[in-house]
């Protein structure tokens, strides 16, 4: 059976055994992107974790299986690392004590689904606007 | 004209029959492609900035290494946590001076398609739809290029923590599991199948943990909680895929 392999750049050894070195291996499947797309989720201006507040939003994917997500969390000028179930947590506005934004981040086999909270004392000042990225690559987690 | 579609089938598969998600590779897609990797020490006040200058927010991906030499992502951070724009990564670590391994890639945050670097390069490269492989210079033009690679997939694995709580309510379990690779993989892990979601938890003022750590041997998964938090019995699912490209 032919196999096909490409080195990455500054790699030599085409019979190599670690296939880190190799851009493609036909033997292994490359990480493909299914879709990349994004949502805004809107957290009200007033919010606080005292009164159980939040905002969700989610995306379609249709995918039919639970894939292997990207998430990112854009606000500001920043894009936030997230990644899961993992919660990137950011500093907003606030109209007294510190308050930040808190996510939770899942996928089933249709859609992602995003939670945003506030977290801390405080009081969110004005409407906040976040936009969650994803990259949803084509293999199944589960 | 329709652009050609070049795919690759595993071994023993078809590239012409099997479903898109089992080939090797499939031209019709876009992938992560790796601009760089990179391993950092963060400084004394537990900051690390990489300067990238892409001039836009590219996708990005982080490890942490911990005391023990394994490595392990923040499944929850702090207030900021790692974020970019359009010239630096900010990554606030655990530890003061602690590696922090990186992997930028070429891709944007928003997937666009932009223009004005100058960063392609590998011998097989695959532009998107309406630009020509052989003039374009900006990697968010193509789909694949094989300079930096793209990431590979070992295998997917799922690991089931169950909870065992001791006599004074606490609880602290893991399960490991032994990847043969000899060295540290790049790993992502999912966590599904939690009985109260995670963020009901948190507002409960009820606390617990979950992480994940690999090294050259075993990935190993964990839950630890505070007193009485849970019951015992509960089980953590948590979902990885183990790539072939290293951290370490």
């Given amino acids: 059976m032919a196999v096909i392999k490409i080195l990455k750049d500054g790699e030599t050894d085409i019979e190599s055994t670690d296939i880190s070195k190799f851009a493609l291996h036909s033997d292994y499947k490359c990480q493909k992107i299914a879709l990349a797309t994004y949502v805004n989720i809107v957290l009200p201006d007033g919010s606080n974790w005292f009164d159980g507040d939040f905002a969700e939003g989610v995306i379609n994917h249709n995918l039919g299986y639970i894939p292997i997500f990207f998430p990112f969390v854009e606000y500001g000028s920043k894009g936030y690392e997230a990644t899961g179930n993992a919660n990137p947590q950011i500093e907003l506005p606030t109209k007294d004590d510190p308050v930040g934004a808190a996510f939770d981040i899942w996928a089933d086999d249709t859609q992602l689904h995003i939670t945003v909270w506030p977290t801390g004392l405080g009081t969110v000042n004005g409407n906040q606007t976040f936009v969650i990225r994803c990259f949803f690559i084509e293999d199944e987690i589960i | ?248």
């Fill in chain 2, 1 to 248: 004209m329709t652009a050609p579609i070049f795919k690759i089938a595993k071994r023993g598969g078809d590239a012409l029959t099997d479903a898109q998600k089992d080939l090797a590779f499939d031209s019709s897609l876009d992938y992560m492609i790796i601009l760089e990797e990179r391993t950092d020490t963060s400084d004394g006040s537990n900051n690390l900035q990489i300067t990238h200058s892409l001039g836009y927010i590219p996708a990005f991906y982080t490890f942490f290494e911990a005391a023990d030499g394994s490595w392990y992502r923040q499944i929850e951070t702090g207030l900021g946590g790692s974020y970019a724009d359009s010239t630096k990564i900010y990554i606030q670590t655990d530890e003061p001076n602690q590696r922090v391994r990186t992997v930028i890639f070429a891709n944007s945050q928003d997937n666009s398609v932009g223009s004005g670097r100058n960063n392609a390069s590998g011998k097989l490269r695959v532009a998107k739809p309406g630009y020509d492989a052989e003039t374009e210079t900006d990697l968010r033009r193509f789909r694949f290029a094989s300079g930096g690679g793209v990431f590979k997939i070992k295998e997917n694995r799922e690991m089931v923590v169950t909870v065992n709580v001791d006599g004074s309510g606490y609880s602290d379990d893991q399960v490991q599991y032994a990847h043969g690779l000899g060295y540290t993989p790049q790993v992502y892990v999912f966590l599904g199948g939690v009985q109260i979601p995670i963020f009901q938890f948190i507002a409960a003022g009820m606390s617990y943990s979950v992480d994940f750590t690999v090294d050259d041997t075993y990935l190993t998964v964990r839950v630890q909680s505070g007193e009485y938090v849970f019951e015992g019995g509960e089980e953590f699912v948590f979902n990885a895929q183990i790539l072939l490209d290293k951290i370490d």
